[in-house]
DNA sequence: TTTTGAACAGGTGTTTTCACGGTATTTTTT
DNA sequence: AAAAAATACCGTGAAAACACCTGTTCAAAA
């Protein structure tokens, strides 16, 4: 593959190569674009990345193992800044999508996108700098409402309360939680009392759903 | 694209289509074949398999809205068994794997293969009737071996208990299930006793891990 | 035809969870 | 220095969850 001018070079990141393979032969059938490097996850990407021959867009998963698609885009907007980034994600909940728009990406599009989209966003950030569908702009003012209610109310746990959270995800009955925390089964309860209170949840199930449906463990 | 001579039909089933259009790059990419027809998910496939112009080979994701990999197989293996069907899927997972092979594909990729080894897939299967690697059949080996403990387990979930452990995934109380489900709170109790027993468990939260952990409760 | 198993229901008792009421100490913020 | 927030702790009683039994009905499998 020849460099040619006016012909865009881009970076391809993704841990899936079949994915990306099909990807690649997706953009080279793209007059305007091509390929310059692939990588599957971030650690790849940092070696690839020579200043000598830098792309002009980097299309890149979120979920990727080694360095996911959010610690990339940390790790790229120290080092590379001007790069623009396209983020491709099976993902279409708020929480990844705000999480990668937050990080600076320059568009984020769905893989189950139509395959002129993508064409149609690599060449409006190419142009404009940036490419949002209503879809993600709409997942964004969503998220923009929710300070009163899910969001916020994550964020201003505490980390004992985050703890006690997280062992909540167990058979451990309470008294066992306070043991690992080594508190009384009785302050035990008054974690329990307030969470119930600042999430609005009534039971353990209730956390341990909490608990996943944020992150906070894993399972 | 034209019908030619020794260049085998293949048909693609994927509902991501960015993934689709790039597999289909691939595969028209190699000599030998062509895609003859893509699909999104199961029912479209049904509405797309004429019998006049049937594929030599389907390439199938596992997982699809509407219809997905496996109630797609059952309906192939009455309609068209002779089509091989090539698995493609992103679960590394035993069940998934297991499941699919039971269910009469000729191959199972993960989506992070090479683009040769599709290839040398494709090929196998065609002239040898299947492709299956190290990777899956040590998978399905690994399977008999754990007939008594985790695969037994929740494959012998009866279709009310799959029902009961969902609603256990909720804030409901058992009553409250016992309700939904027009059983008596006794009967509910019943329900969770059996659970216990059979997934060697202790605890509601226990049920509402395992839910989740093996996809019977969606998020 | 006997047996197995799913679906359903009940009894009894213990343990855990939850709701509601508090107090005291320390750290952080203002 | 005062206010706010985080940490830790306690009592009571009701409700829910859990353990360990009993049983019937019905349909499918051996």
Redo the contacts with the bound molecule.
């Keep these: 593959m020849p460099v040619q001018k006016f012909h865009k070079k881009v970076g391809l990141v993704d841990d899936h190569q079949l994915f990306r393979k099909g990807i690649a032969e997706l953009v080279n059938s793209f007059p305007q674009f091509y390929v310059s490097f692939e990588a599957s996850h971030g650690e790849e990407l940092q070696k690839m990345l020579s200043p000598l021959n830098l792309p002009h867009l980097i299309i890149m998963d979120v979920n990727m193992p080694n360095m996911d698609g959010f610690k990339t885009m940390l790790w790229l907007k120290e080092h590379f800044p001007d790069i623009p980034v396209l983020a491709l994600s099976m993902m279409d909940d708020e929480q990844s999508i705000v999480r990668m728009l937050k990080s600076g990406v320059k568009g984020y599009l769905l893989k189950d996108a139509h395959p002129s989209e993508l064409l149609n966003a690599m060449n409006t950030i190419s142009d404009n700098g940036f490419y949002y569908t209503d879809f993600v702009t709409g997942r964004l003012i969503n998220s923009l409402n929710e300070n009163d209610s899910s969001k916020k109310q994550h964020q ?1 746990l ?4 985050i703890q006690f959270l997280c062992l909540c995800c167990s058979e451990y ?3 066992e939680i306070a043991d690992k ?1 080594y ?2 089964p ?2 035990a ?2 974690y ?2 307030k969470l ?1 209170e600042k999430l609005n949840i ?3 199930v209730g956390l341990v759903l909490f608990a996943i449906r944020n992150g906070l463990f894993k399972l």
Tied chains: 1, 2.
């Design positions: 201003q505490t980390e004992r309360e009955s309470y008294k925390l508190i009384s009785r302050t309860d008054g329990r009392d119930f009534k039971s353990r």
